[in-house]
């Protein structure tokens, strides 16, 4: 079975730029999440999708971040502008079910985003 | 706010030993509790959870112990082998969703 495909692995950019990470699921999931993960930290939940809508967005920074998955399979997280601390891991996750009981994630490889 | 913290950022063990790491959790109303693995250069992997009606769970060379009195969570990997050098977070879910995670525990096997 595949994993989380996740696209570019890394990512340099200079401050004020934007940058779109992309997300392919494991086939059949229907909750994809994105995580930032900064360096020395734990992931955090920016955003949670089942199927194709929001669950959760509470810690996503919506002044400057958005995040689609409009067929309800992929994903994009944009970042516009960017700042020097967004320089993260950006994390992919999706599990099978929806959102209750111990709904296992799988987890990307991550895109490392370095703003300068 | 809700946070899920670990008492030693590294914990450095021999080959062979057994391990221990261990994490505090602050939303006693948690009901789910996991632990992952993140080797460098990959996303976290699942090892073991356990929910909150138990207060232990075995897994093949990991055990996981709850202590809901004192809000204490511990991941025991037996037999320490130098594929389990890693950072190790230890998350809590309320509800059924958002999963929090700790700031992670460096484990170093020493060979």
């Known amino acids: 079975e595949a994993g989380v495909a996740q696209s570019p692995r890394y990512k340099i950019i200079e401050k004020r730029q934007s940058v779109a990470f992309w997300c392919n699921p494991i086939?059949?999931?229907?909750?994809l999440y994105w995580y930032q993960q900064i360096l020395g930290q734990g992931p955090k939940l920016l955003i949670q999708?089942?199927?194709?809508?929001?669950?959760?967005d509470s810690q996503l920074p919506k002044d400057r971040f958005s995040a689609e998955r409009l067929k309800g399979v992929d994903s994009t997280l944009k970042i516009q502008p960017a700042k020097l601390e967004d320089s993260a891991v950006y994390l992919c996750?999706?599990?099978?079910?929806?959102?209750?009981?111990?709904?296992?994630?799988?987890f990307g490889p991550g895109t490392r985003l370095t703003v300068l | 706010g809700e946070s899920v913290g670990l008492h030693l950022p590294t914990l450095s063990v021999q080959e062979g030993d057994n391990s221990i790491i261990n994490c505090a959790y602050s939303?006693?109303?948690?009901?789910?509790f996991i632990w992952y693995k993140q080797e460098s250069g990959k996303g976290p992997q699942f090892i073991i959870d356990?929910?909150?009606?138990?207060d232990k769970r075995q897994g093949q060379r990991v055990t996981v112990l709850l202590n809901k009195t004192v809000k204490h969570l511990s991941l025991q990997i037996a037999a320490t082998q130098p594929g389990d050098s890693a950072v190790y977070f230890c998350?809590?879910?309320?509800?059924?969703?958002?999963?929090?995670f700790g700031a992670g525990t460096r484990l170093f096997v020493k060979a």
């Open positions: 996750a999706s599990s099978p079910a929806g959102t209750s009981g111990n709904n296992e994630q799988f």
């Open positions: 999708f089942q199927n194709n809508g929001v669950v959760d």
């Open positions: 356990i929910r909150s009606n138990m």
């Open positions: 939303n006693s109303a948690s009901d789910y």
């Open positions: 998350a809590q879910r309320t509800g059924g969703f958002k999963t929090i």
């Open positions: 086939s059949g999931h229907a909750t």
